[in-house]
């Protein structure tokens, strides 16, 4: 059993349960919670490293062997996800502390996120299907315990579009599991990978395209992505900001996993359902952006749009490598710039009182900090250099290129303008025009540890773009890693499929 694989799932299990047992102590939550997220980004530093090293690290828990046990398995790409999500996780974390009144700390918070942390982190590292189903379930019922905290009727209603989409997905994956595991009898990734290749059976294209509508709902793809805006600008906006880190990315982590495993990238349906899927996914999600002026729900849309460019990636992995290192390299900056920029919003709503970009105006000239920390997140979202969204959007559109997926190119050099659009009409709302009369004052408390996350971030998106090309090394090893699954399978069974 290797400790480093566990270790990711078990200190956010163990500090939430800490969390829990302290819940009396607003102090003991917030340290321990500080202390759980350092941890976390310590252990999954380490895992990555030794990944990098070491190609595949895989942990038999109960010392049963694959495929009969349950196995968690680390490459590369399960490795840089579980390292993002410790940095969300922490600065969540940080940001927390100024933000999360006492009512919502008593009501379970810190232990919600905790949770919700250990089941993202289970569901990168499990190398079999149902427990990946199995951690969806824990990051669902976390999330929504999270998204109702406060009980708002905005909330609620939020919530309830939220799970009921959620539950059509797990019901889906569930099917699909099924109808998987009555064609092959294992439920082992590896293995399946192995005995599906033993199959002619048009049932394995139904099966592809269940599991391709499962993550498609968790991840926000076209059409699947309308409760996404409907629920992400209702909870706190520290929840908002996790969920908008890290959950839709869970869903594309699975869409790369399956379909670079277990199934064929060379089948067309499922090819053509990828490309299609990934330019309707950027232009409506695009669109939607540019048609709202509420600041949480214009990011929302947003993270729809962008889940385009990493489902490209896939969809083009078959032709052409660089165009999957560039998905993978475009889900490291989102990320991180995501999460930015809900927190951005967050200082804005403590020093104005409102989301709603006419209500907003005058923070240039009150907030010049705040005005850089927003224009560097915002701009590296739109793809502008020398930003980590200008590699990512380039190497992937790079990639549309060489494999000669014009249409897609096209859509994707289009959306990056109506995104810059967005960000520039939320410059000019809430930094550049004037303050509207009768503004209210600034929230009460020290904004010290908000500027200070925001800042943080800030600076691995410019070390992002600056570093961009040892990040494009690591991801070009991730997406030659995944196009060869028979180095994931010896990993996993040992060399005797």
């Known amino acids: ?20 047992l302290g819940r009396h102590s607003q102090r003991v939550q917030g340290a321990l919670a500080v202390i759980g997220s350092i941890a976390l980004v310590i252990s999954a530093v380490a895992l990555l490293l030794a990944t990098w090293e070491q190609g595949h690290i895989v942990s038999e828990l109960g010392s049963w062997p694959a495929p009969f046990g349950i196995v968690l398995v680390s490459d590369l790409l399960a490795a840089i996800m579980v390292l993002l999500s410790a940095v969300t996780g922490a600065a969540t974390a ?13 009501a379970g918070y810190f232990p919600l996120m905790h949770l919700l942390l250990a089941g993202v982190n289970g569901a990168f590292l499990t190398g079999d299907i149902f427990n990946l189903y199995v951690w969806f379930e824990v990051m669902l019922v976390a999330s929504f315990s999270l998204l109702i ?10 919530a309830v579009k939220y799970v009921t989409l959620n539950l059509v997905s797990s019901a889906l994956f569930l099917s699909a599991i099924g109808l998987l595991y009555g064609l092959v009898g294992t439920l082992n990734m590896a293995d399946i990978a192995v005995k599906l290749g033993e199959v002619d059976s048009g049932m394995t294209t139904v099966i592809a395209m269940l599991f391709m509508v499962a993550f498609g709902i968790k991840a926000a793809a076209f059409p699947f992505f309308f409760w996404l805006p409907a629920s992400y600008h209702t909870p706190q906006v ?48 695009v669109l939607g952006a540019a ?135 939320i410059w000019a709302e809430v930094f550049w025009k004037a303050a509207p009369e009768n503004t209210p004052p ?38 030659e890693q995944l196009l060869d699954p028979t180095r994931y399978i010896t990993a996993v069974l040992g060399g005797a499929p």
């Open 291 to 425: 048609a709202q002026f509420e600041f949480r729900r214009i990011l929302s849309f947003h993270i729809v749009s962008q889940i385009g460019y990493m489902m490209m990636g896939l969809a083009l992995a078959s032709v052409s490598v660089l165009a999957l290192a560039g998905g993978i390299f475009y889900i490291i900056h989102h990320i991180i710039v995501k999460a930015n920029l809900f927190f951005v919003s967050g200082l804005v709503y403590r020093l104005r009182g409102s989301y709603e970009l006419k209500q907003l105006g005058g923070l240039y000239r009150d907030k010049p900090w705040l005005a850089l920390l927003f224009l560097i997140p915002a701009l590296s979202l739109a793809g502008m250099p020398p930003l980590s969204g200008f590699f990512g959007k380039f190497i992937v559109i790079r990639g549309g290129v060489e494999a000669g997926a014009w249409a897609l190119v096209a859509a994707a050099l289009v959306v990056g303008l109506l995104t810059l659009y967005s960000m520039t009409k």
């Open 442 to 479: 600034a929230a009460s408390g020290s904004n010290t540890l908000l500027y200070a996350t925001v800042a943080g971030l800030a600076l691995i998106t410019v070390a992002i773009g600056v570093a961009a090309q040892p990040v494009l090394v690591l991801a070009m090893a991730t997406a």
């Open 149 to 158: 905290l406060g009980g708002e009727r905005a909330q609620m209603e939020g």
């Open 94 to 106: 940080f940001y927390s502390l100024g933000t999360i009144s006492i009512a919502h700390r008593k």
């Open 238 to 285: 520290a929840v908002s900001a996790l969920f908008a880190g890290l959950l839709t990315k869970v869903g594309v982590y699975a869409l790369f996993r399956v379909f670079t495993l277990i199934f064929d990238m060379d089948d067309p349906l499922i090819h053509q359902v990828l490309l299609w899927g990934a330019g309707l996914t950027m232009v409506t999600g």
């Open 1 to 20: 059993m290797n400790l480093l694989v566990i270790l990711p799932i078990l200190i956010p299990l163990a500090a939430g349960a800490l969390s829990l």
